[in-house]
């Protein structure tokens, strides 16, 4: 059912690299979430967007940036990888009815940092 | 301070059975309420919602309970399957961008 799809599905990298995790929906939604998750943990919310050009930080603090020049797109970049950023990072999109509530996500990029 | 809590980290329920996951919140302002599954490294995916103008919402062998009164919210599943065997995380939400995610509890159904 769901249509978001997330690319690299792993990815192992040097500390200092700088990296962008790709997350594409053709739902045609205009929110789209991304979020971080450690084993045992709930998701943290670290980025969303209402749509184009407009993109805020979620509750947990991260050093990572995000971009939606387009509503089908919406990538997080690292600038300088370390070994804290080690982590599942799982993107996500929903309706744009107050009334869609569901989240659909992509299959996340599980990322180890070296 | 943790919003909502599912207090049972692991279940373990024979084929056939019922399972019963719970969710306990602390904050009355959600409006929806709802369930994922989620395989290891993989992303979840949604099972059931309900409105927290409703207290029951079914879904072929799922069934979800909302008690606002006590701020506690269950799934059933039955019967349960070997393939139901994942993690099922709650999430709650008032319809903006927030969502709320529980810790998640780890189902193993025996076959």
């Known amino acids: 059912e769901a249509d978001i799809y997330q690319t690299p599905r792993y990815l192992v990298i040097g500390t200092g690299k700088k990296i962008t995790l790709e997350c594409s929906q053709t739902m045609g939604h205009d929110k789209m979430y991304w979020y971080q998750q450690d084993p045992g943990m709930e998701l943290h919310l670290i980025h969303y967007s209402y749509g184009v050009n407009s993109t805020e930080k979620g509750d947990l603090s991260s050093e990572s940036t995000v971009s939606r020049i387009r509503t089908e797109h919406f990538p997080l970049t690292l600038e300088s990888a370390r070994p804290s950023h080690t982590s599942q990072y799982l993107c996500?999109?929903?309706?744009?009815?107050?009334?869609?509530?569901?989240?659909?996500f992509g299959s996340g990029t599980q990322l180890s940092v070296l | 301070d943790q919003q909502v809590k599912q207090n049972s980290p692991s279940l373990s329920v024979q084929e056939g059975r019922i399972s019963i996951l719970n969710c306990d919140y602390t904050n009355s302002m959600f409006d929806y309420f709802l369930w994922y599954k989620k395989y290891p490294a993989e992303g979840p995916t949604f099972l059931i919602s309900i409105s927290s103008i409703k207290d029951k919402n079914e879904d072929g062998r799922f069934t979800v309970f909302l008690n606002k009164s006590a701020k506690h919210l269950s799934l059933h599943i039955v019967p349960s399957q070997p393939g139901d065997s994942a993690v099922y995380f709650c999430a709650l939400t008032s319809g903006t961008y927030k969502y709320i995610f529980g810790t998640g509890t780890r189902l193993k159904v025996l076959a």
């Open positions: 996500a999109s929903s309706g744009t009815q107050l009334t869609n509530e569901k989240l659909f």
